[in-house]
Structure formats: C-alpha cells, structure tokens
C-alpha cells in the first residue's frame, strides 16, 4: 500500500489495474481494423486503376497492381491516358477546375460582404430580413431544383458554364456562418477606424478580412469541396459533353464503360485525390467545419 | 462592464474612463450606431449595396423557386408548355393513382427502409469511432483524418467505388464476406440486400457524425468519469450511465439532421443503379433502390412531369417539417 496521501486519482489508477500499454492495446487494434474499413476501398480502387486491364478480373482479388500470371510488380498509366483524353476527363478535371476557380472566391466575396453588412451595419429591418434569409434555408434544395432549372433557362444560361456558376453563387448558410464569427470580433478597432474618417469597405478589407481569416478559409475549402462533388446540379444543368464537370463525366464513364472497371476506378481516383489533398493540408480545422455545418450550400 | 468584451447590448450607454465625447461610446458591438444622421443615411445605403448581389441571389434562387415549386405542384406543366392548372389533382394522383404513379409507394417505402436502417447503423459506427478515439492520445490525428475520408468523397466517385467492391464476382466484399463463410451475394442485383448494400455505404460515410461525437464526448467533465471509476464503476456501467445520457442532445440532433439527410438521399443511388451501358435508370432489381428522390428526379427530368415532381417535392417538405416537429416534441417532453 502506497503512502497515506493517497489521492483518488491515485486510486483511480489502481482500480483499473493494468498498465496504460496493455489496456489500449485492443483500443488500437478495433481502431486499424475500422481505419482499413475506411480506407481498403480507396487502396482497391487506386490498385485498380494502376492494372493492366488483363489483370483486373482475377478470381483472388489482388490490392496491389500485380501481372496475374506472373505476381511481379506491373503498375501502369494507361488507364489514366485512356480516360483522360478518349473518356473526356481531361477536360471534366479542366472544366472542374474553372468553375472552382471562379466560383468559389466570387461566393465567398458575396457572402462575406453581405454577412459584413448583416453583423455590423446598422439599418432599420435588417434583423428581419436575416430571419427571412435563414428560413429560406429550410426548404429542401430537391424542392428548389426544378424552378431554379426553369429560371436558369429564362435567363439563358441553361447547358452553359454561366449555368453553372450564376444559380450557386451565394449561400445562405455561409453569410450565416461569416455573420456569426463577425458579430463576434470586438468593436473597438472598428469604432476608432470611423472615428479616424474610415469608410466602411476600407474597414471590411483591412479590419474584418485579416482578423477572420480562420473562418474563411474553412468556407473556401467547405465550399471548393463541396462544388468539386456536386452531382446533381451539373446533371439537370448541362446536356453538352463538352461542358461536363469531372463528377458528371465521371458519371457518365461508369455507364457507358461499365464493363472495365480498371477504366472507371481511373476516373474516380482523378475526382478523389484533390479533395483528398486538400483535407490533408487543412486537416483539423476542416473537419471540424465540415463537421459543424454539414458538407452543403 | 468590460469595455473590452465588446459585447454589451447593442445600443447600450456604455461608461468608459477613457476620454471620448460623450455621445461617442467606445465600444459598441455595432460600431457607428450612433453616427451623425448623414453618415447613418450612407451606412444604409452601402448596407443595402453589400447585401444586394446576395438579395438578388435570394430571391431569384431560393424564393422564387421556393413559391414556383408550390405553384407549379398544382399545374400540369412540363419546361416547354405554360403550367396548366389542375388543382389538387397532381397530391391526389400520387397519393392514390397507382396507375399513374405506379411506384410512387415504393418509393415511400424504400426511403422509409433506408431511413430505419441507414440512420442508427450510422450513429452506433460513428459513436464506436469517437469511443475509441477519445481514448487515445497517440496517432488520434491519423485514424481521425483516416476515418474521415469517406466524406469528402464525391458521390460520383462513392458509387462507382462501391459498385465495383460489390462486383459479385470480382468484388472485394464477397471476398471479405467468404473469408468468415459467408456465401457470395450479388449484393446490388438482390431485392433484399439493396437497402442494407446501400446503407452500409452510409455507415462508411459517418464521419461527420464521428467528429460531432467526438465533440460531445469531450464536453463530459472528466471528474464525473473519475467519480464513477472511484465508485467502482466498471466500462459497461460507465458507457450506459454516463455517456449515452450525456450524449443524448448529440444524438437527438444526428438523429433529426441524419433522418431529413437520408430521406433526401439521390445522388448516390442514382449513380449506383444508372450504369449497365445506357439503360435508363430504374432504382435497381423490382425498384428495391427507387428512393423517394430518385423516383422525383425520373418523374421531373426524365418523365416529363415537373408539376407533379414538384408536387412530390412538397409532399416531402411536409412529410420533413412534421417528422422535425415531432422529433422537437418529443426531446421537450423528455426534458420537462
């Protein structure tokens, strides 16, 4: 028996009785096997896409890019040529690319400046038109979808690249999100700024954006996510091959080439890996904003 | 008060030593309240400017067609033709027209399974991840970012993956499956295993729930945890007289937002069950994958039908509004 000095945590400890190591021992070992569960099928499907076509198809399922007669080592590209210039998704991944690149800083410009106006300028009606905007939020987009396609033909944009840009440009829940983290920067800097004969947009650019980057990087990267992954817009938007993104394309690879897997796990991997990079470098911060806001628009 | 909180009442009189004209607070949570009446006329009108693109957007994107989608429900209406009005007689077809809309209970149905199954499966996957995480220091970034990939995934991308790793022949799960002697299924070709195929792959994808777990679990005071282990308290008793009460507002809230997500559920069936060449998409062997949203999206765009897709929308609107409503309900009663 130790000491009279005894603590409860130190009791605590004996309670449990066996040391630290040990005890978590089986705690890592169900966390490798969910990990693999998590992650087999991307290894699956990137082993896929470095085969031979002639290796694919075996009766013992093989992880790794192996010649089925002779087990040697015998990745290739070819499925990645193929796909890129024959299937169209090195234009999709282009087309991709673009309409992030536009799209997402031009959102997040006209959110964050809205939500600049909704948290710190003062106007009369303004708290009952946010309530207005975030009932809005409310209504399932499946409900919104065949109107927004019947407004998008009025307005011309119909099966073009505006199409998809102009109906996804703002975001209620983003303004939300930046209206939240800006209500709560203090007001001093600001005050003593219009006290100085600032204007209200030199405070914005110089004030607000450097004090909340954190908060807009996580709506950058939510939302590049988010619109590098969307399906169903570009599918009920876009009839030209020429115009599809890399998921409809994708799409479009794994019905028309159904039969060769190695072709399609490819093209999956080519809509996979950015996103996948992205979340490694921003990690922590990004899943928790995923986490808290859902991964939607 | 604090003059550094920056948070008192908007509008209040807030008392600072700091020498300032009177009618000049220094902090305000709304800097330029009470500015001088021509500055706050040009507050206003750039307040209105800085949310105008925004308010078009608004209104020509979400509002109007949230109105149209009403409208329209009531019409015969297709993109080339002026919607025709017909009434309540797009509900009244669906609802019980089994001629018309053949499937359009299947497809209740199908969601509804779905939902039952998708939704718990999800929660016990995502609360054995965040169990398991909470207890580790080591390497608990690295199973966090590996457990979390499934998310970030397009569903374009998910479903050709999972189509190929429930190959009946080639698939890796079959494999898997045969290793502990199960015989091989075709998993999304069998009428009954469609639904459970479908949400295992939901399961996979838990990790927003995993993450939003994790959060709930930290916020257990660990005094609590170390009382009970004094008291003697082993793991099973911990788990379901701390954690899971604990944890309850976290799992209320994954419930509702995961029960609207997977009544929603689209994209992801119809990439699954639209390959085969182009064979037109169908919601899988005697619809046993045809989702409510699924069958909404064939009727609108493949059909023909907008208004009475649009009339499906809004049965689905209702059918989320009141189950959201009841599930509030029901946490109230609980609490009281």
Redesign the interface.
């Known amino acids: 028996m130790t000491s009279v000095g005894s603590s409860?945590?130190g009791?605590?400890r004996r309670?449990?009785g066996i040391p630290k190591q040990v005890r978590?021992t089986p705690?890592?070992v169900?966390?490798v096997l969910?990990?693999l569960?998590?992650?087999?099928?991307?290894l699956?499907?990137l082993a896929?896409s470095f085969k031979h076509g002639s290796d694919?198809?075996?009766k013992?399922?093989n992880l790794l890019p192996m010649d089925r007669k002779t087990g040697e080592w015998s990745p290739t590209l070819e499925n990645y040529e193929h796909v890129l210039q024959l299937g169209g998704l090195g234009r999709a991944f282009l087309n991709s690319v673009w309409v992030c690149l536009v799209l997402v800083p031009v959102k997040l410009l006209?959110?964050a400046?809205?939500a600049?106006?909704?948290?710190?300028?003062?106007?009369?009606g303004?708290d009952k038109?946010f309530v207005v905007?975030l009932a809005?939020m409310m209504?399932?987009?499946?409900?919104?979808?065949?109107?927004?396609?019947?407004?998008t033909?009025e307005l011309g944009m119909f099966d073009s690249g505006w199409g998809l840009i102009i109906?996804n440009?703002?975001s209620?829940l983003d303004?939300f999100l930046l209206r939240q983290f800006f209500?709560s920067?203090?007001?001093?800097l600001?005050?003593a700024a219009?006290?100085d004969g600032a204007?209200?947009?030199q405070i914005f650019w110089r004030i607000i954006v450097p004090l909340s980057k954190p908060v807009l990087a996580v709506v950058t990267i939510t939302s590049f996510?988010f619109h590098?992954?969307d399906?169903?817009w570009p599918?009920?938007v876009l009839n030209d091959p020429e115009l599809y993104t890399?998921?409809?394309a994708?799409?479009q690879l794994?019905?028309?080439e159904?039969g060769r897997?190695y072709y399609?796990?490819a093209?999956?991997a080519l809509?996979?890996i950015p996103?996948?990079i992205v979340?490694?470098i921003f990690?922590?911060r990004i899943?928790?904003g995923?986490?808290?806001t859902?991964?939607k628009t | 008060m604090d003059r550094l909180t920056g948070s008192p009442p908007a509008g209040g009189e807030i008392t600072t030593a700091t020498p300032v004209p009177v009618d000049r607070p220094t902090a305000t949570p709304e800097p330029g309240r009470r500015r001088r009446p021509g500055v706050r006329w040009r507050d206003r009108v750039t307040a209105w400017l800085l949310i105008a693109p925004a308010l078009v957007y608004f209104v020509v994107f979400l509002l109007y067609p949230a109105l149209a989608a009403l409208y329209y429900s009531f019409t015969d209406w297709n993109l080339r033709t002026t919607p025709d009005w017909v009434g309540f007689a797009n509900y009244a077809d669906l609802l019980f027209d089994d001629v018309k809309y053949p499937h359009f209970w299947q497809s209740v149905r199908v969601s509804l399974q779905y939902t039952i199954i998708a939704v718990p499966l999800t929660l016990m996957a995502a609360l054995a991840q965040a169990l398991l995480l909470n207890t580790i220091r080591r390497g608990a970034n690295v199973f966090r970012l590996l457990l979390f990939l499934p998310v970030v995934t397009a569903e374009a991308a998910v479903g050709a993956i999972w189509r190929w790793l429930y190959d009946p022949q080639y698939g890796l799960i079959n494999t898997v499956i045969g290793l502990v002697g199960i015989p091989r299924q075709n998993w999304l070709n069998t009428p009954e295993l469609v639904i459970p195929a479908l949400s295992f792959i939901a399961a996979w994808q838990c990790g927003i729930s995993m993450i939003i777990y994790l959060a709930g679990l930290k916020g257990i005071p660990s005094s609590i945890r170390e009382a009970a282990i004094v008291d003697g308290a082993g793991p099973v008793q911990r788990f379901w007289r701390i954690v899971v009460p604990m944890l309850r507002p976290t799992t209320f809230y994954l419930t509702v937002t995961g029960v609207i997500a997977a009544l929603q559920v689209f994209g992801l069936v119809y990439v699954i069950f639209s390959g085969g060449g182009n064979r037109s998409v169908t919601g899988g062997p005697e619809q046993s994958g045809l989702t409510y949203v699924l069958h909404l999206y064939l009727y609108a765009f493949r059909y023909d039908a907008m208004g009475a897709a649009c009339a499906m929308s809004f049965i689905l609107l209702v059918f989320i509004m009141i189950i959201t409503a009841l599930q509030f309900k029901f946490i109230k009663q609980e609490a009281s």
């Open positions: 409860q945590a009791r605590a309670a449990r978590l705690v890592y169900a966390l969910l990990a569960v998590s992650v087999v099928p991307f699956w499907m896929t694919v198809y075996t013992v399922p006209i959110d400046l809205a600049y106006a909704f948290a710190r300028i003062p106007f009369p303004r038109l905007l809005g209504v399932p987009t499946i409900t919104l979808l065949v109107p927004r396609i019947h407004v033909q109906p440009v703002a209620v303004i209500m920067l203090p007001g001093e600001e005050e219009l006290i204007g209200r947009m996510i590098w992954n399906l169903v599918l009920v890399l998921p409809l994708l799409q794994a019905s028309t159904s897997a399609i796990m093209g999956a809509a996979v996103v996948i979340l490694m990690q922590r899943m928790e995923i986490a808290f859902g991964l």
